[in-house]
Structure formats: C-alpha cells, structure tokens
C-alpha cells in the first residue's frame, strides 16, 4: 500500500512537494481553495524576496 501525501496549497512549494512526492512513489494529493498555482505564484512570477 502507497502511502499518501495530503498538501496544503498549491502555489509552487505545494505543488514542487508533491512532485517530489510522488516521484518517491508516494501519492500526493493537493488541496487549494482557488485555482491551483493562480495566487501568489503568478504575482511572485518565480521570484522568492523578503517582505519588509
């Protein structure tokens, strides 16, 4: 039996993790509650700053 990955989020990290995952043969399961990589991820447009 697999075991399975429950993430939280799917910006970049969230769904970066579940790649990993499931390239471990684990099964990933992702959960947003908008469009999977539509928030943060399109605004950072892949850049990781500090917030001041």
Request: aromatic residues 6%; hydrophobic residues 50%.
């Amino acid at each position: 039996m697999r075991r399975t990955l429950l993430v939280l989020g799917g910006g970049i990290v969230g769904l970066s993790c579940a790649f990993e995952a499931l390239k471990q043969g684990w099964r990933a399961i992702v959960v947003d509650r908008g469009e999977i990589g539509g928030q943060a991820s399109g605004a950072a447009a892949g850049m990781l700053a500090p917030f001041l």
